[in-house]
């Protein structure tokens, strides 16, 4: 009897030390990935914000690795390519530039 204790003990302990390493996982997988938003031009001359979400921080990284991926357009159907990446921010952060700001104001969520 006292040895059948002893495993249920050792198997409720094991339980429990599983669902403490799981939900550890669970919050680092959610910090790895990070909400940025990109001010950049497109193939047909306009600058917009682009949002994204990406598994770094390095926003240095992902400004040069977006250069010619197709983004959608607000109020179109169509897809234009991102030929210049001007500067990526974390999604709660402001842009440097004055007109990236106004035009981040101005863009949907």
Do not use: P
């Not at 409720?12 to 990109?38: G, P």
């Not at 390519?81 to 990236?100: R, T």
């Amino acid at each position: 009897m006292k040895n059948y204790l002893k495993f249920i003990l050792l198997v409720i302990l094991s339980c429990s030390a599983l669902v403490t390493q799981i939900t550890l996982a669970k919050s680092e997988i959610r910090e790895i990935r990070n909400n940025v938003k990109c001010h950049v031009k497109l193939e047909n001359g306009d600058s917009i914000i682009s949002f994204w979400v990406i598994a770094h921080k390095n926003l240095n990284q992902h400004e040069s690795s977006i250069i010619g991926t197709s983004v959608s357009v607000e109020d179109s159907l169509d897809e234009f390519m991102v030929i210049k990446a001007h500067q990526c921010v974390l999604e709660e952060d402001q842009f440097s530039d004055k007109k990236a700001r106004k035009l981040d104001e101005n863009t949907a969520r």
